[in-house]
């Protein structure tokens, strides 16, 4: 897989306009593991993206999403240093859904662990499955 990213402005513009966002203006965004095969690797964590995020993730080549709570861009890893590499930016058949392959550093959950699905079911109780790597406290001060 060839990596295309940054890309210009203009394709930027253009992928953002075939996206269908949500009435809130946001369309949810996937953050894949690359491991180098096709079909990627571990689900790291879903966010939000409006128009101006998408753009700048294309355009930069870093995962940028839309921060609900602050109602303003997040660019990952801006205060924790945990930054996303966008390696392969897809979107789905009703092109509301996008997919994006990256390279992780460091950990992607604000709890500190590898990926934010770390609550599952296990001998019929709810259990933690991931085991925090770094304090949040370390990585947001």
Not at 17 to 41: F, H, M, R, T, W
Not at 48 to 58: G, H, K, P, Q
Not at 82 to 111: E, P, Y
């Amino acid at each position: 897989m060839s990596n295309d990213y940054p890309t210009s402005p203009e394709l930027a513009a253009q992928i953002a306009e075939q996206l269908s966002y949500n009435a809130d203006g946001l369309v949810p965004a996937i953050a894949q593991q690359d491991d180098g095969k096709q079909s990627g690797g571990e689900v790291l964590m879903m966010a939000w993206m409006n128009r101006d995020a998408v753009i700048e993730t294309l355009t930069t080549g870093r995962a940028c999403y839309y921060s609900r709570s602050r109602s303003r861009l997040w660019r990952k890893g801006e205060s924790s240093g945990q930054v996303q590499s966008l390696i392969d930016f897809r979107w789905d058949c009703d092109q509301d859904t996008i997919l994006m392959l990256v390279n992780q550093k460091g950990v992607a959950c604000h709890t500190g662990r590898r990926n934010c699905f770390y609550n599952a079911v296990r001998d019929g109780e709810i259990k933690p499955i991931a085991e925090v790597e770094i304090s949040p406290d370390d990585l947001y001060g």
